[in-house]
């Protein structure tokens, strides 16, 4: 044992008398609550304040038998302000069993709308890692929002799939379910023999045990948990490479896959759409591309990060097409690697994938980008698609046609004011600048008035973006 110099000794002495002669007031304002919502004005009730996360640990067990989970998400964050208390988003009908911070019984309550609150045995200091470990089991919810549709947890006839576009994230595990506070993730999901659990990212081992399956995923680059996504079921699994050398996971529902050879043509043309997507916008910013297909009843396809999911439901036999590929993997630059920074900026996911679609029907033989724009600027001047401003099209309406068609026919527009080698700079350099990262409509119209005339492009921006109704071309 060494000895402690008396300099040291005496210092640490007089700091802990200071400490406990400290009045219990002025200890108790070094640390404040986390503020309970994210700061978006279309879901205030969503994100928390106070701290960022680092990395999310999902273990799930699914029964099919009782459709529910028995779950434990362990969360590494970092506190950036002294915390007295922080909240997770929690969404629906899950008991909590236990929860601990930095491996030590915290004290919880489920409050609001969404809001788990927990507060610590002690204050967190800003600056300090900490980690959370949540359990909890029941039948997670799933949410049927009049505009926005379904999201969260959804049985499927031999398994479940979560899909969490705007905030279905937290009915699944406790979460920051804010676009801002993106992560890495690990998954570990269990289900019974003989079904399959595939995850965003790569996989990392299954193991089977007493009549039970558990596949591990990685997902190894920074993910808002509005892209996150669970799958388990029966699937054909394809892992390959595509012939520019990204790796391929792709997955049909086995029930779905009724044709010869439907797996090899959804992963063949899945890689031809990724590598010529990394032509035109850069280096594929993920681990792995691929997607899966289930019969979801959703309705809608959506850009998960790494693997894109296709609702097949009533189309047992027919793939998604080239355009559909080209929006969602599109999407992995445009929303999955840059992310809008609020969801009033979400044009900059949807509108550059509506563009990708235009530009690879091109590609392919088809309509020119041209041509899809004048087809798309024909539709009558009282059409609902001309309400609204592109930038800021409201709460109800982010995936209404005004930020997908009209947020394209903006892309084009600057594609036609700064000409076609500036732009395919532009769309190269945007997503490399920024990936991994979010970014606002305000930063993007800067970033473009780099590559030509500021003025000239102000307008364009005031009469495509912020301006309500058919722009005079």
Same mark, same amino acid.
């Given at each position: 044992?060494?000895?402690?110099?008396?300099? =040291?000794?005496? =210092?640490?002495?007089?700091?802990?008398?200071?400490?406990?002669?400290?009045?219990?007031?002025?200890?108790?304002?070094?640390?404040?609550?986390?503020?309970?919502?994210?700061?978006?004005?279309?879901?205030?009730?969503?994100?928390?304040?106070?701290?960022?996360?680092?990395?999310?640990?999902?273990?799930?067990?699914?029964?099919?038998?009782?459709?529910?989970?028995?779950?434990?998400?362990?969360?590494?964050?970092?506190?950036?302000?002294?915390?007295?208390?922080?909240?997770?988003?929690?969404?629906?009908?899950?008991?909590?069993?236990?929860?601990?911070?930095?491996?030590?019984?915290?004290?919880?309550?489920?409050?609001?709308?969404?809001?788990?609150?927990?507060?610590?045995?002690?204050?967190?200091?800003r600056g300090a890692p900490f980690q959370v470990s949540v359990s909890y089991a029941g039948v997670p919810q799933t949410v049927d929002d009049d505009a926005l549709g379904i999201s969260g947890w959804i049985p499927t006839s031999d398994g479940g799939l979560m899909l969490?576009?705007?905030?279905?994230?937290?009915?699944?595990?406790?979460?920051?379910?804010?676009?801002?506070?993106?992560?890495?993730?690990?998954?570990?999901?269990?289900?019974?023999?003989?079904?399959?659990?595939?995850?965003?990212?790569?996989?990392?081992?299954?193991?089977?045990?007493?009549?039970?399956?558990?596949?591990?995923?990685?997902?190894?680059?920074?993910?808002?948990?509005?892209?996150?996504?669970?799958?388990?079921?029966?699937?054909?699994?394809?892992?390959?490479?595509?012939?520019?050398?990204?790796?391929?996971?792709?997955?049909? $529902?086995?029930? =779905?896959?009724?044709?010869?050879?439907? $797996?090899?043509?959804?992963?063949?043309?899945?890689?031809?759409?990724?590598?010529?997507?990394?032509?035109?916008?850069?280096?594929?910013?993920?681990?792995?591309?691929?997607?899966?297909?289930?019969?979801?009843?959703?309705?809608?396809?959506?850009?998960?990060?790494?693997?894109?999911?296709?609702?097949?439901?009533?189309?047992?036999?027919?793939?998604?097409?080239?355009?559909?590929?080209?929006?969602?993997?599109?999407?992995?630059?445009?929303? $999955?690697?840059?992310?809008?920074?609020?969801?009033?900026?979400?044009?900059?996911?949807?509108?550059?994938?509506?563009?990708?679609?235009?530009?690879?029907?091109?590609?392919?033989?088809?309509?020119?980008?041209?041509?899809?724009?004048?087809?798309?600027?024909?539709?009558?001047?009282?059409?609902?698609?001309?309400?609204?401003?592109?930038?800021?099209?409201?709460?109800?309406?982010?995936?209404?046609? =005004?930020?997908?068609?009209?947020?394209?026919?903006?892309?084009?527009?600057?594609?036609?004011?700064?000409?076609?080698?500036?732009?395919?700079?532009?769309?190269?350099?945007?997503?490399?600048?920024?990936?991994?990262?979010?970014?606002?409509?305000?930063?993007?119209?800067?970033?473009?008035?780099?590559?030509?005339?500021?003025?000239?492009?102000?307008?364009?921006?005031?009469?495509?973006?912020?301006?309500?109704?058919?722009?005079?071309?």
């Amino acid at each position: 044992m060494s000895k402690i110099p008396r300099a =040291l000794l005496a =210092l640490s002495l007089s700091l802990a008398a200071a400490l406990v002669a400290a009045p219990p007031a002025e200890a108790a304002t070094r640390f404040t609550p986390g503020a309970p919502g994210g700061g978006d004005p279309y879901f205030p009730d969503m994100g928390n304040g106070g701290y960022d996360v680092a990395h999310y640990d999902v273990e799930l067990k699914y029964d099919p038998a009782t459709k529910a989970i028995d779950a434990t998400t362990k969360i590494q964050a970092v506190a950036t302000q002294n915390l007295s208390r922080f909240n997770l988003d929690f969404l629906g009908p899950l008991q909590i069993s236990a929860v601990t911070v930095n491996g030590r019984p915290a004290e919880y309550a489920r409050t609001g709308a969404q809001e788990l609150e927990i507060t610590p045995p002690w204050g967190l200091w800003r600056g300090a890692p900490f980690q959370v470990s949540v359990s909890y089991a029941g039948v997670p919810q799933t949410v049927d929002d009049d505009a926005l549709g379904i999201s969260g947890w959804i049985p499927t006839s031999d398994g479940g799939l979560m899909l969490n576009q705007p905030f279905g994230a937290a009915t699944v595990y406790p979460v920051n379910d804010s676009p801002k506070d993106k992560a890495t993730y690990t998954f570990s999901i269990t289900a019974p023999e003989g079904l399959t659990s595939l995850a965003n990212g790569e996989p990392a081992g299954t193991r089977t045990k007493d009549g039970w399956t558990t596949a591990r995923w990685r997902m190894r680059q920074p993910m808002a948990s509005e892209l996150s996504v669970i799958a388990i079921g029966k699937f054909t699994v394809t892992d390959g490479v595509t012939p520019g050398g990204v790796r391929n996971i792709t997955a049909i $529902d086995t029930a =779905l896959d009724t044709a010869s050879g439907q $797996d090899a043509d959804f992963q063949n043309r899945t890689g031809a759409v990724t590598d010529w997507l990394a032509a035109t916008y850069g280096r594929y910013p993920f681990g792995s591309t691929g997607g899966i297909v289930d019969d979801a009843h959703v309705s809608y396809a959506l850009e998960t990060q790494g693997r894109p999911v296709y609702d097949r439901y009533g189309r047992p036999g027919r793939n998604p097409s080239d355009g559909l590929l080209a929006h969602e993997l599109g999407h992995q630059w445009f929303g $999955d690697s840059v992310t809008p920074a609020r969801w009033s900026d979400i044009w900059l996911n949807e509108g550059f994938a509506t563009y990708t679609e235009w530009l690879y029907t091109e590609h392919a033989g088809g309509a020119t980008a041209q041509a899809s724009f004048d087809e798309a600027y024909a539709t009558d001047a009282g059409d609902d698609l001309w309400k609204g401003k592109v930038a800021d099209p409201g709460r109800d309406h982010i995936f209404d046609g =005004l930020v997908y068609d009209r947020g394209a026919m903006t892309v084009h527009m600057i594609r036609k004011t700064i000409g076609d080698d500036k732009f395919f700079r532009l769309v190269k350099l945007w997503p490399t600048i920024n990936k991994y990262g979010n970014a606002s409509t305000e930063d993007f119209t800067r970033f473009v008035k780099r590559f030509g005339d500021a003025a000239q492009l102000d307008a364009l921006f005031t009469k495509w973006l912020y301006t309500e109704g058919k722009p005079a071309l």
